[in-house]
Each structure stands twice: as C-alpha cells, then as structure tokens.
C-alpha cells in the first residue's frame, strides 16, 4: 500500500499532527502491512511540495505541526480509490516457472513437486485462518485484509490442482496443441520451450 | 485419546479388470477434540474414507477404530447404537426433515435412540442456543436460509454425547460468509472436545482444521505439520 495514499485517507477524516498521523498511520495499517515509520515524515513533506496537504507552523519539522488535507488532495484520493492496480500483464509467477521446469526434467516427478508446494500454501493457510479464529470477527479492517490473503492463496492452490489434474490427463491422453496459436501467448506468458 | 483409528484401511469395488482402488492402506488417527480435514481432488477416495469411518461400509481389509471399539467385532445393532449415540454425519445438502422444526430436526436422533421427547427438546434446544441459532428453533427448514439450514445441521449432529463429526464437503453449498461460520461452528465443536473429519476440496475450509491430510488416488500422499502461530505472519516486511 502507498504510503502517500494511505496519509491522505488518514486526513481525510480532519487535520491531524504529525505525531498523531505517525501513530494512526501504525495502528491503522501495522498489523498486517508494516511499513517504514520514517517514510511517514518524508511522504508528508512530499505532499506539501505536491499541494495535496498542508500545514500550519513555521516550516519546520516538528511532530508538533498539524496537516490537513486540500482540495486537491482529496481529488486525488478519489481518483486513486478508483483506479485498478496494475493486473492485466502476467507477473512472471516464481511457482508456475518452478512447475513448469519440473515437467520437463527428466526424473522429477511433478506431482510430487505441486504436492510440495500445495501443502506450504495450506500451511500458510491455516496460520491466518487462526487469526480469524483469535480474533472471532470482531476487527473487521483485519478480517477484510487476512481474507484478501486466504483468497490469494487459495487461488495459488486451485491452479496446482488444476495443473495437478490436468497432468493426469495428459498422460492418459497426450495434448497436442495447435502449434501456430502458441508463440504470441508463450512469450507473453515467459513460457520457453 | 483417539476417537477414530483407520489401521491400513482398503477398500476395493467390482472385481478382475473392473476391480477399482477406492482406498489404498490408509492410516489417520483423529484424536478428541481435533479437527483433521481430508483434501483431494473428486474421485480420491476422500468420500469412501468418511462412510468407511462411519461404518456406513465395510473396509475389504484393515481395522477401523471408533471411540477405541473396533467396527469388525461390533454387531449390526451394535454399530447401528454407535451411529446413533456417538458419530454425527454432515452432508453438503443438509438432509433436514422439511416437516419438523429446527429444533425438533436437531433432538430426532435423541428420540431415536429412545430419549424421553421432553429430554431430547431440551438438550437440541441448548446446542441450538449454543450455536447462535436460539431464535430459529422454531422455525422450518423452508423458512430457513440455506445458510442457516446447514448450521442446524450441524447442531443435530453434535447434539447428545457425540464424540465424533464427519462432514462430506459441509459448506460446498454456500457463499464463503455462511461457509465460514459453518467451519466455525465446527471448530467450536472441537474445542469443546468432539473430534471432527472434514472432507473438502476446498483449502479455505480446509485450513481451520489442525492438519490437513491430502489423499490422491486412495492414498494418502502427504499432511500439514502443525502450523506455528500467526504471530510469525505478522511484523514481516512485504
């Protein structure tokens, strides 16, 4: 998360100091995205450079001095809420391209590779469902953001049970694509062969 | 303590060529008051391990252990008694009866087994209060939401003395909200001490269980090992 943005929606709710921005910012944010507190001053001197916040005080760097969010900044805010993160470009996925080594190495047995790898992501599953289960509901910032990494993960464990399946098939009946289709979408991909 | 004990469990359908391997020397221990949840793609054999530990079937060979008796020493009534007072079964549509309350669905296995009615109303009234559900004691399946309708089944199958839940895919059903607070009432059923062996696909389900056993081709291939706590995911730089 962006630490500018996340500032702006702590001004949003009414002009604060900078020490209190520091430790909303802390509390708000701490438990599940921690980030470097010292970004926090920097970020506010940017902002004030940027006209999206300003202060009141003589220039300096206190944590005495209070900021309240412009007109602009709250444009900006609005805008930033809306606009999707970068998703459409396949990141190059570490454990696709470890599943897809596997494959083609003579000896390794895939099946075994994706159980291995399936049985990290329940792990690490299981750690954050455990804090739901601790906390039974009651923080509903933290239960959105443990649910936001439940569902990443578990889409990690579909698409080795996909591939786990699909690996099964292909060895009762071997695939044979359409050769001409697959250039464009490999290199998209960072598929080689 | 164990509550249910599979010893080198098999089971083999139809004979000579069209002979199938449902379960392949399968061994778990479920011990009081843990929950085991059992995942595997459809087809692994998860489904024949839960009616095998139920004693809904019988294994082609190994020993099956519930409440430290073995199955194969047991009588029919005396296994048709076990299922009765000690195991509780979720299936993933419910199988509530349409013509009986809330209430009167979760203390049927109660009178079954012989309980006064006015005992068995009382204790399927204080699981239902237990489990949240107080208020919808008097109502219908059909005036239940779908939701709502597997959590009373849950209470009917904790309710009385039971040691042992099995539960086939108990949330497949449901939005992930209303799944949730179904594992969750699992859960709080172990920690009240009954054991518990959830069938899944599912890894979000799967992960409020203690271990996760991955089964594949009626074998189990492999188990979490006790997680450590949450606090190592928090504090991380990400």
Known sequence: MSVRHALLALLSEGPKYGLRLREEFEERTGEVWPLNIGQVYTTLQRLERDGLVESDGDGQDSPQKRFRITGDGEAELATWLRTPP???????????????????????????????????????????????????????????????ELFRLDAVVRWLDAADGRIKRTAIEPFSPKRDDLPRLRRKTGVTR | ?????????????????????????????????????????????????????????????????????????????????????????????????????????????LELDGAGTRRAREAGLRVLTDLGLAERASNYPDQLSGGERQRVAIARAVVGDRQLLLADEPSGALDSVNAEAVMRMIHAAC????????????????????????????????????????????????
């Open chain 1, 86 to 148: 970068e998703m459409s470009a396949p990141p190059r996925d570490e454990l696709v391209i470890k599943v897809l080594v596997a494959l083609r190495l003579p000896g390794t047995d895939v099946r075994e590779v994706i159980q291995a790898h399936r049985r990290y992501l329940v792990e690490l599953m299981q750690q954050w469902t455990r804090i739901k289960e601790d906390d039974a509901g009651r923080d509903l910032a933290l239960g959105l953001a443990v649910d936001a």
């Open chain 2, 1 to 109: 303590m164990s509550v249910l004990e599979l010893r080198h469990v098999s089971k083999v359908y139809g004979q000579g060529a069209a002979e199938v391997h449902a379960l392949r020397d399968v061994s778990l221990d479920v011990g009081q008051g843990s929950m085991v949840a059992v995942m595997g793609p459809s087809g692994s054999g998860k489904s024949t391990l839960l009616t095998i530990a139920g004693s809904l079937e019988v294994p082609t060979s190994g020993q099956v252990l519930v409440a430290g008796q073995d199955l194969a020493t047991m009588s029919r009534n005396g296994k048709a008694r076990l299922r009765r007072r000690s195991v509780g079964y979720v299936f993933q549509d419910f199988n509530l009866l349409p013509g009986l309350t809330a209430a009167e669905n979760v203390a049927l296995p």
């Open chain 2, 191 to 238: 920690r009240r001490g009954i054991a518990a062996v959830v069938v899944t696909h599912d890894a979000q389900l799967a992960s409020w269980a203690d271990r996760v056993v991955f089964i594949r081709d009626g074998c189990i291939v492999d188990q979490t090992t006790p997680a450590p706590g949450p606090e190592s995911l928090l504090g991380q730089d990400r």
